[in-house]
């Protein structure tokens, strides 16, 4: 059994504290859900198996199974089932590899998959007391992102910050200043490009009550003149600051996966199949460089060689990481994140694998390639990766 991709969407990606912060997180989910099934009108919602939903935070709106909750506020039948699955960053990419194994696996015909953060709304939460009416004080702790509430157990160098863990990556890998600046200026220019092409048009979906009609980060005048005068954000001498680093950011993400024979009941051809699948861990303060090894554990799960990708979606979580893993792969960086990446886009954590693979499978089609590749960083020490194949 083989499976495959039938649409995917997302919505706009707003900004922390900007055009999506009053729209709980849970809303998010089902509108995009709502949105997804509206590219299959003739597929009856009784016939989606599972729901698969990624989330990274779970401490707020998005608690007690952020992907039931869509399934209901989205008014699917009460018969569809959904979980919710956390790997951090690569949330909704996981989610879409679930339900591919579950198609293949002959577990499932239809299955939807994707994702939903909002780090504007993610709460402060505050450890219970180890005995009623302490007398010090309690701290409130954000669960934007990064570690929070560490065991002291927890080795100190696995537990630096992520912008941290990037400068090491960069000192590591050579990765100067002027290589992360000049990147991030051409995630804003790639970006601010493809929109005003259309090429977002039909890949992003408005959200009810929210003006917002497109990706609230980019800055279209970005140049490495303009991010070269901004300070380091992490060391006074390094070299990542805010201008060459993903921002924080709210949204959400949508795919749908069928097997072959579901394009009956479905209603419409796929677009491209799920080829290859790579998990991988490493040093936590390395994530940054896992999606080397994901997307070739992938490539080599589809049978490929790098030689006959076409394209490749990478998450920019950072700027260092990305010039790093582009580095280190056998290709032409120019196939890699040509309509712009999550630098300028945005990166909201839960939905951001859902993005990426939504934008490859039409950068392929767009491009007449057959392979391509989407990979993700997650904090904590791993990475991972999709393959799959243009038949649209």
């Not at 919710?84 to 690569?90: A, E, H, M, P, Y």
């Not at 039909?202 to 009609?213: E, F, I, N, S």
């Not at 992938?298 to 010039?323: H, K, M, P, T, Y």
């Not at 491009?367 to 590749?373: A, D």
Request: glycine content about 12%; hydrophobic content about 45%; aromatic content about 6%.
């Amino acid at each position: 059994m083989r499976s495959f991709v039938y649409s995917a969407v997302r919505t706009p990606f707003g900004r922390y504290g900007g055009a999506l912060a009053g729209v709980r997180t849970d809303d998010l989910a089902a509108g995009i859900l709502s949105e997804l099934l509206a590219t299959a009108p003739d597929l009856d919602p009784g016939r989606i198996d599972d729901v698969v939903y990624g989330n990274a935070n779970g401490a707020g709106e998005d608690n007690r199974n952020v992907g039931r909750m869509a399934v209901l506020l989205a008014g699917l039948p009460v018969t569809v089932p959904a979980t919710t699955v956390n790997r951090l960053c690569g949330s909704s990419l996981d989610a879409v590899m679930v339900a591919s194994r579950a198609v293949e696996a002959g577990d499932a015909d239809v299955v939807v998959a994707g994702g939903v953060e909002s780090m504007s709304r993610s709460p402060w939460v505050v450890p219970k007391p180890t005995r009623a009416f302490p007398a010090g004080d309690a701290t409130l702790v954000s669960t934007a992102l990064g570690w929070r509430l560490v065991n002291p157990r927890m080795n100190p160098e696995w537990t630096v910050s992520n912008g941290e863990a990037n400068e090491q990556l960069a000192e590591r890998f050579g990765v100067t200043r002027e290589k992360q600046d000049a990147f991030a200026a051409r995630s804003h220019r790639l970006a601010n490009q493809a929109w005003e092409d259309g090429f977002y048009d039909d890949l992003v979906v408005p959200v009810p009550g929210a003006d917002l009609k497109r990706d609230e980060g980019i800055r279209a005048d970005s140049t490495v003149e303009k991010l070269a005068g901004l300070k380091p954000a992490f060391r006074p001498d390094g070299r990542i600051t805010a201008g060459n680093a993903s921002p924080l950011s709210d949204g959400a993400s949508a795919v749908l996966i069928g097997s072959e024979g579901a394009a009956t009941a479905i209603g419409k051809d796929p677009i491209a199949r799920i080829a290859g699948r790579g998990a991988v861990g490493s040093e936590p303060q390395s994530f940054g460089y896992a999606p080397v090894a994901a997307a070739q554990r992938a490539l080599d799960a589809a049978g490929i060689s790098w030689d006959e990708v076409g394209a490749v979606e990478l998450n920019e979580a950072f700027a260092a990481q990305s010039v790093a893993c582009v580095e280190a792969w056998p290709i032409d960086p120019e196939i890699v994140n040509t309509r712009g990446g999550a630098i300028a886009l945005g990166h909201p954590l839960g939905a951001s694998g859902g993005r990426i693979l939504g934008t490859l499978a039409k950068v392929l089609r767009e491009r007449g390639e057959r392979w391509g590749v989407a990979a993700i960083c997650i904090g904590v020490g791993q990475g991972l990766a999709v393959v799959i194949e243009n038949i649209g």
